[in-house]
């Protein structure tokens, strides 16, 4: 219940109200709310989408008496969002998410105010996505037995968007911090720990919290001495750069990446690049949006 | 009891007088406060990006202007702008604000924090102007007249005890 309030807590009174009146069983296992202007209050639970009434009863189909959201709430929203300083925000604003405290994601979408190809800002927010964070303690453990048998070594967790990639990455971060590896986390979106949780962490784990993440690996490699780098979602050249550097320094990485399946991996250049001398000791697949957290395959280097 | 009566009549004439004159230069203090206050609001978003409730904490102090105070003792749930008026309402006459200082300083609220860091200092810089010119007549006012009402007070009072005595 506590983690739903922490990612509800902006929201107008109105809405809040429906949200926290959810019955305490389904709150527990809500993964994301919907705010859209002039449409009715969606959450996802148990992987599946439903539409709330005015009593917070759940329900498969919309119909013309769900109350629906102003598009007054939905710009009031985010301005509490921002909690009234848009300023302080700036560099999500323009990536489109801001996290919440307890790691929860808040994506967003607006009319972009742009300079040429540059976003200055947004304006006229229509929609918000609230992702709530959780946390699944023990869901990387088969892989870490097997870590733990076969030794230690560069970790790429694949899966679809929603499959639990960050919760994924928690656990295992966690469980290598609990195991006396020096962890060092690069947390540039909040998400894995953010700097305001109370996510379990072990004791042996740095956070760089909000860093770009190509600047945290070198800082972390520089400074902290780290057996094992974890980073969510790698994306540009910088980062594939910083973490091949990181690589032929003899520090294990544990990062995430967005794909279903093998073939769309390697069809992945960053995947490419990274991997061209068989750098990752193990690639975990997870099952998908339905079974969050949930390994669907482990693949080792010797076996490809 | 006449001379009672004469002694509390000139005392509240003088008293009367002096409060116009400190008014007026209570009027001077909190403006030139808020002057500063745009400033530290503008460098603190440029280069410390603090939220606002954070802000606000930090620049209210017993140097600040006394609706700043008012303003982190309301409850967080009300709206920002909400919050800002109220305050200035509420603390108008300990403040001494006439009402064109008010009307400067709720549209800066209405303002604070809903644009980015640029619009944000405009927005410091367009209001501190406005005010400064508010400040500069009140300076002018009160040279032309704050001593004025002092020694007008002290005469009348004066010259109430001799008249009535």
Known sequence: ????????????????????????????????????????????????????????????????????VSGAEVEQSFIRLCEYSVYSHADDIKNGFITLKGGHRVGFSATAVRDGEKILSVKKVSSLNIRIACEYIGCSKELFEIMLHNGFGNVLIAGEPSSGKTTFLRDLARNLSAQGLNVSVIDERQELFGDDTDFQKGHCLDLYSSYPKHLAVQCAIRTMNPDYVVTDEIGDERECKAIIDGINCGVDFAMSIHCKNIDELNS????????????????????????????????????? | M????VLILAQAVCIFSFSVSSRSKRRIKNLEKCVLMFDQIETDILFSADNIY?????????????????????????????????????????????????????SFGKQLGVTDADGQVKNCFAHKK??????????????????????????????IIVLLI
């Open chain 1, 1 to 68: 219940m506590k983690r739903i309030e922490e990612a509800i807590s902006f929201l107008p009174a109105r809405i809040y109200c429906i949200l926290k009146n959810i019955k305490a069983d389904v709150v527990e296992n809500i993964s994301e709310i919907r705010i859209r202007k002039d449409c009715p209050i969606v959450i996802k639970y148990d992987g599946k989408q439903f539409y709330l009434d005015g009593n917070s009863n759940l329900l498969f189909k919309s119909n013309d008496h769900l109350p629906v």
């Open chain 1, 268 to 304: 992945k250049e960053i995947f490419r690049r990274i991997d061209s001398a068989k750098k990752f000791d193990y690639i975990v697949f997870l099952k998908g949006k339905n079974d969050a957290g949930t390994i669907s395959e482990i693949i080792k280097a010797n076996e490809r």
């Open chain 2, 2 to 5: 006449r001379r009672l009566l």
């Open chain 2, 54 to 106: 954070g802000l606000i904490m930090k620049i209210s102090d017993e140097n600040s202007p006394g609706f700043l105070n008012e303003f982190l003792q309301q409850p967080k749930s009300v709206p920002l702008e909400t919050r800002w008026s109220k305050s200035l309402e509420k603390s108008k006459h300990h403040d001494c604000f006439k009402s064109e200082d008010l009307r400067i300083l709720k």
């Open chain 2, 130 to 159: 406005l005010l400064q010119n508010n400040l500069s007549a009140a300076l002018r006012e009160n040279e032309k007249r704050g001593n004025l009402y002092t020694t007008l007070g002290l005469l009348s009072s004066i010259g």
